[in-house]
């Protein structure tokens, strides 16, 4: 049958699609809109400090970048311990709860884990500040004596254990149940048809899940695990109540003398703080901002490298 | 295959070189018993002065975890070994995160729950209380009505924004908008709070402002990256051939994204969407500065100060006074009906994903 | 299987609808009885509206314990405190954002030089002392009781100088008390306070040579623990052995508190050496009529005197621009400065009641508020 060609054919637009799109779109741009009014806020308000002179600055500093360096790496540092504990931890739960519990108990252990997101962070200090703290200072005491030789746990062991190990901890566990979720959904979307081709050609459980499963779900985990980063980040009254901080730069994870993080800063000088010194602070909200932004690339860069597995392009 | 010599019964081809199926329960068993054993010998010579259960629970698993690498190297060869050491990885990080979030609850469960049951927690507000007495009423209705409206606003904008970036953003929008997304996850709280309260000074000229609908705002701020991160990430795993299928068939894209795309993953945003709730529900620093505190009911979102309940754990841990016990019971208790009402709310959700989604193989 | 399942979706919406329920029909609050339908016996005040304030988290459990018995006796009345520090406080004053504010230190000149736009223009805010708390060095070691320290002692634990529970700087103090030879955790403030200031305060007044740092809000040397707020201090404590720390009294609650060298002779911490020491203490200079900042002073040596005190003012325009807001804040600063409002304080948050002859200025100046 002969079709008259002239040119693509062109497909009716439909009110429908005209009206969801534009909507999706013009949802999107609202967050546009509204970080752009974060980040305007945010550098409105910093300005003053940025260009403040020596002896107005809290902490005697004599500009602004000395004043924020320490807490730019204590929130880099608690953060990163927090995540080299809990992205293994994480990925194993998922695993166990996706591929390794029995079908009837899995959705139960899911519930059971996403529990801990239900805890406010306010609960989190406190269980950090009562019972682990506590509970955990005689091995910080142990590792310093036996293990003190290594640079990390050298130093005068603290006496209530309210170090940046401690809140590294308390941090993994109040990122996990968010990484554990997004991991969890990730893998149980992982096509069936690769996992039994695996299995069919006689891997093993394990060989089948580094074969099929986390290829499949990388880019998932990284973005996982960037949720959580975000969360350990910016977390602020925890830190807050479990840290000892001090005006200091080190790697030690059991001494009294801790660097600070930026949030937990920002709600310990706030309520005393007038004048510049608000600015100050707003300003270290804007580094972390900062912070998050370049952590967040880096994290793009890598999960699209990887974009082939994913189902939708 | 080898040919047993002895007088016993001819071994199962299907079960020579694999370990008798008890062997990995009497090895766990076995290494949590012996380093029982071993803590309970470093106590009674004085070493420690409580039993350390955490300790022989954590060291015994990881014994096991050798063990077993050991053991079945040795019977059943390089793979099956592999195989098994990974299983038993896994298993020990799920008891690795069981452990804090058992001492978690049984921490709020003993100090919360003989508060939480007393009558007057439901019916009370904190207004004209100094004793023991009082209760959460405040503070549940301010939580309940700024979360909700938190959700209604950041729900359907984070939700559509993850359709626009699967399913139609193409581009340098569609890029920018997911690398702001990512940094929206980077907002301190405060941070959201702190805006919040100057977006709405400069609306209303007031400098005083406190609402409950400025906490809704600053909740929102926090809470759309989370749901658009994970709305974004189920979206994308729905297969393509769903979508192709739709359209194959003559059905408009919007009609597929509907009716196809959502509820194939619905599963997974409602879980991102309550996980998004529970990460702000539990929120103080911002709804300290923008919704302020108070001892009584208001239900007005619009005017006036509002309490909620992580504001009045941390406020009643904060300001005890001289009778401690009162204000450490009630902060508790506190804690405990917060995690109560997400739990709740998880269940109901739950409920509605399973209604709502497509029959599937899992 | 399918059946188990129908039954714990159903039992779980069963619950889901009952803690609904529970919520929904509990949101009458059951204490905030309707002032109209409250009974005739008391005669009903005609005062009505709402304050809000912001400031000191010392005065917090005190406004607590004022808020309550003036909103009794007031039931129209919403009086809100919100402690999120003194700075705040002030600030919020300053920019009108808060009706009065609570502050552990009287407002400073600049800040007096610009008027809250609440305040009748021309007319100024003023201090009125109204909390005094002692400030408690509280330590927690196995088995000593009745520690005894003085001035330079304490500064020498505070910065770092004595490290050791037997050092002889100690030991001297306390002859005949078992003293361990263990390592002294010192736990402070991680958050600035008011409580930071006054002690630093007195530490350079009377230590001067040890302590060679000048009073601040933040701890000012890198020695010890750090820990937020009265509460988190007091818990750090609690849970670390032989660890000290400067706290206000009414968290030092199952604590021992040292004993305080005070001319010649130890004095156990009491309320009324605190509220003596500061009635005594000399006006700030250079306040308006009607302010009474106090410059604290630390080196009073009376008997049972207690240098180590923190006072927290309630800080009110004199004449405000609205006219029932200001009778409102007379009112309730009344109630605060009366006897009746510092004995609530006392029970409820620890405070030292204002003695007798400072009292009475208070109460002179509140009654100028209009």
Redesign the interface.
């Known amino acids: 049958m002969a079709t008259p060609t002239t040119g693509a054919i062109k497909a009716r637009v439909?009110l429908?699609?005209r009206?969801?799109?534009s909507?999706?779109?013009?949802?999107?741009?609202?967050?546009?809109v509204?970080?752009a009014?974060?980040a305007i806020?945010?550098i409105v308000?910093s300005i003053p400090a940025i260009t403040a002179k020596a002896g107005t600055l809290?902490?005697a500093a004599p500009n602004f970048w000395v004043y924020v360096w320490p807490l730019v790496f204590g929130t880099v540092w608690a953060a990163a311990i927090a995540l080299v504990i809990a992205i293994?931890?994480?990925?194993?739960?998922a695993?166990?709860?996706s591929h390794?519990a029995p079908r009837?108990l899995s959705q139960g252990?899911g519930?059971?884990?996403?529990?801990?997101?239900?805890?406010?962070?306010?609960?989190?200090g406190?269980?950090g500040?009562?019972?682990?703290?506590?509970?955990i200072?005689?091995?910080f005491v142990w590792l310093n004596e036996n293990l003190g030789w290594i640079p990390l746990f050298g130093g005068v062991v603290?006496?209530?254990?309210?170090t940046v190990l401690t809140v590294a901890?308390v941090l993994a566990?109040m990122v996990?149940?968010?990484m554990?979720?997004?991991c969890r959904?990730?893998f149980?979307?992982t096509?069936?048809l690769h996992e039994e081709a695996a299995l069919a050609l006689g891997a093993?459980?394990?060989?089948m899940?580094r074969v099929a499963v986390l290829p499949f779900a990388r880019p998932?985990i990284i973005?996982a695990s960037?949720?959580g980063l975000?969360?350990a980040?910016?977390e602020?009254?925890a830190v807050?109540?479990v840290?000892?901080?001090?005006?200091?730069i080190n790697f030690f994870l059991l001494t009294?003398?801790n660097p600070n993080t930026?949030?937990a800063n920002?709600?310990?000088?706030?309520?005393?703080?007038?004048g510049v010194?608000?600015n100050t602070l707003?300003a270290s909200?804007l580094v972390?901002?900062v912070?998050?932004?370049i952590?967040?690339?880096i994290?793009?860069i890598a999960v699209n490298r990887r974009k082939a597995f994913?189902?939708?392009n | 295959m080898a040919v047993s010599t002895a007088a016993g019964p001819m071994p199962n081809a299907l079960t020579t070189g694999r370990l008798p199926k008890g062997t990995i329960w009497m090895v766990l068993g076995g290494s949590w018993l012996l380093l029982g054993l071993v803590f309970g010998l470093v106590q009674m010579a004085g070493g420690t002065k409580q039993y350390n259960l955490v300790g022989a629970l954590f060291l015994g698993t990881v014994l096991f975890d050798i063990l077993v690498f050991v053991i079945s190297y040795l019977v059943e060869g390089v793979r099956q070994a592999r195989d098994r050491l990974a299983t038993s990885l896994v298993t020990t990080a799920f008891i690795i995160a069981l452990l804090p979030l058992v001492s978690l609850i049984y921490t709020v469960l003993l100090n919360g729950l003989g508060r939480m049951i007393q009558p007057s927690f439901f019916s009370q507000s904190m207004r004209n209380v100094l004793g023991a007495e009082g209760g959460a009423v405040h503070a549940i209705v301010g939580t309940l009505e700024i979360t909700a409206v938190a959700a209604l606003i950041s729900v359907p904008i984070g939700l559509l924004t993850s359709i626009y970036l699967v399913e139609y953003g193409r581009g340098t929008l569609a890029r920018v908008i997911t690398f702001m997304v990512d940094v929206m996850t980077g907002i301190p709280s405060i941070v959201a709070g702190l805006f919040a309260y100057a977006f709405f000074v400069l609306v209303t000229g007031n400098v005083g402002y406190r609402s409950g609908l400025g906490g809704s705002i600053a909740l929102a701020v926090l809470m759309i990256p989370v749901v658009v991160r994970s709305s974004e990430e189920m979206l994308k795993l729905v297969p393509n051939e769903l979508r192709e299928a739709s359209y194959a068939l003559g059905v408009p894209k919007w009609l597929t994204v509907v009716k196809i795309v959502i509820p194939t993953s619905i599963a997974g945003i409602t879980t991102g969407v309550m996980l998004s709730i529970a990460r702000v529900i539990g929120e103080t620093a911002p709804l300290l500065i923008i919704a302020g505190l108070t001892d009584s009911v208001n239900y007005d979102l619009v005017h006036d100060r509002m309490m909620t309940l992580p504001v009045l754990v941390y406020t009643q841990y904060s300001n005890q006074g001289a009778h401690q016990s009162d204000f450490v019971n009630r902060a508790w208790a506190g804690a405990l009906t917060l995690i109560l009402i997400v739990m709740a709310l998880n269940l109901v959700a739950r409920l509605i994903a399973r209604i709502f989604a497509p029959k599937l193989g899992r | 299987m399918n059946v188990n399942r129908r039954i714990v979706t159903r039992a779980s919406s069963i619950a889901a609808i009952a803690i609904a329920a529970t919520i929904v029909l509990s949101s009458c609050a059951a204490n905030e009885a309707a002032p109209s339908t409250s009974g005739s016996a008391a005669p009903v005040s005609k005062l009505s509206g709402t304050l809000n304030g912001i400031g000191s988290s010392a005065q917090g459990a005190a406004q607590t314990a004022w808020i309550a018995g003036f909103q009794t006796s007031n039931p129209k009345v919403t009086i809100n405190y919100d402690p999120q520090g003194s700075g705040a406080g002030r600030t919020n004053f300053i920019s009108g954002a808060a009706d009065f504010a609570g502050s552990d230190a009287a407002l400073k000149d600049t800040e007096i030089a610009t008027p809250s736009p609440l305040c009748k223009s021309g007319t100024k805010a003023i201090d009125l002392p109204v909390y005094i708390s002692p400030i408690a060095i509280a330590y927690n070691v196995a088995g000593l009781k009745d520690l005894k320290l003085d001035a330079a002692t304490i500064a020498g634990i505070f910065k770092g100088a004595i490290t050791k529970w037997d050092d002889a700087a100690i030991k001297s103090l306390n002859s005949g008390a078992t003293l361990p030879s263990a390592p002294i955790t010192v736990v402070h403030r991680s958050d600035d306070s008011g409580t930071t200031q006054n002690f630093t305060d007195y530490l350079s007044a009377n230590a001067p040579t040890v302590w060679d740092k000048p009073a601040a809000q933040t701890f000012p040397y890198a020695v010890g623990d750090a820990a937020k707020g009265t509460s988190g201090v007091a818990d750090a404590v609690k849970g670390a052995a032989n660890s000290i720390a400067y706290i206000d009294e009414s968290g030092a609650t199952g604590l021992g508190i040292a004993q305080l060298k005070v001319g010649d002779s130890f004095v156990k911490i009491n309320a009324a050496g605190a509220a003596d020491v500061v009635a005594k203490s000399p006006a700030a200079t250079g306040r308006g009529t009607n302010d009474l900042a106090i410059a604290i002073d630390r080196k009073n040596t009376d008997k049972n005197a207690w240098p180590l005190v923190l006072v927290s003012y309630l800080i009110v325009c004199n004449t405000y621009d609205d006219a029932a807001k200001g009778s409102l804040v007379k009112a309730y600063a009344s109630y605060v400065a009366s006897a009746e409002g510092q004995a609530a304080a006392a029970t409820q948050a620890g405070s030292s009641p204002l003695a007798k002859d400072l009292a009475a200025k208070v109460a002179a100046a509140i009654a100028t508020i209009k």
């Open positions: 439909r429908g699609d009206v969801f799109s909507s999706t779109v013009f949802a999107g741009s609202l967050i546009l509204l970080l009014a974060v806020f945010l308000q809290p902490n293994p931890i994480s990925i194993g739960v695993l166990f709860i390794y009837k252990l519930y059971v884990i996403d529990l801990l997101a239900a805890v406010p962070s306010v609960v989190f406190l269980w500040v009562l019972v682990l703290a506590k509970g200072q005689p091995f603290s006496g209530t254990g309210k901890i566990v996990l149940p968010i554990t979720a997004v959904e990730i149980l979307q096509p069936v093993t459980r394990w060989e899940i998932g973005s960037m949720l975000g969360r980040l910016g602020t009254l807050a109540m840290l000892s901080p001090a005006i200091v009294a003398q930026i949030a920002i709600a310990l000088q706030f309520p005393e703080a007038s010194g608000i707003i909200g972390l901002f912070i998050t932004f952590v967040n690339a994290a793009r994913s189902g939708a």
